[in-house]
Structure formats: structure tokens, C-alpha cells
């Protein structure tokens, strides 16, 4: 095992102060909803514009190929 690593030239912590839990309790946080994926049927004269966009706005282009 490598050895421990010891900070001695940092700031001194004498003045630090414990901070009082600030994280709401567990039934309070919001959760993300569950997403629904959909599948479409496009004619080809639409993709073609779609297609276009990400080029036309300089966005790199994934291929899902």
C-alpha cells in the first residue's frame, strides 16, 4: 500500500465550525419521473431537415449506426 500523504503547508482549520444538517430528510427530496421512450415512423423528406439541423447550428453528429 502506498504511503499516507500528510498536508502540512495548508490553512489551519482552528476557526472551523460544524455546520447543522441542511439536506432535507429523505420523504421531502423530489425524484425524477420515469420516462417514456417512443418510436416514429418519419417519411424521408422529413428526416432530411432534422438531419440538417445539427449542421447547419455547428453540433457534432452522432449516428445511432
Not at 500500500?1 to 441542511?22: E, L
Request: aromatic content about 8%.
Amino acid at each position: 500500500m502506498k504511503k499516507k500523504i500528510k498536508y502540512t503547508d495548508g490553512p489551519k482549520m482552528d476557526n472551523a465550525r460544524i455546520v447543522k444538517d441542511f439536506l432535507p430528510p429523505p420523504e421531502k427530496l423530489l425524484f425524477k419521473k420515469d420516462l417514456s421512450y417512443r418510436s416514429q415512423k418519419l417519411k424521408q423528406n422529413t428526416l432530411i431537415p432534422i438531419n440538417q439541423m445539427p449542421i447547419q447550428n455547428h453540433m457534432k453528429v452522432y449516428s445511432s449506426a
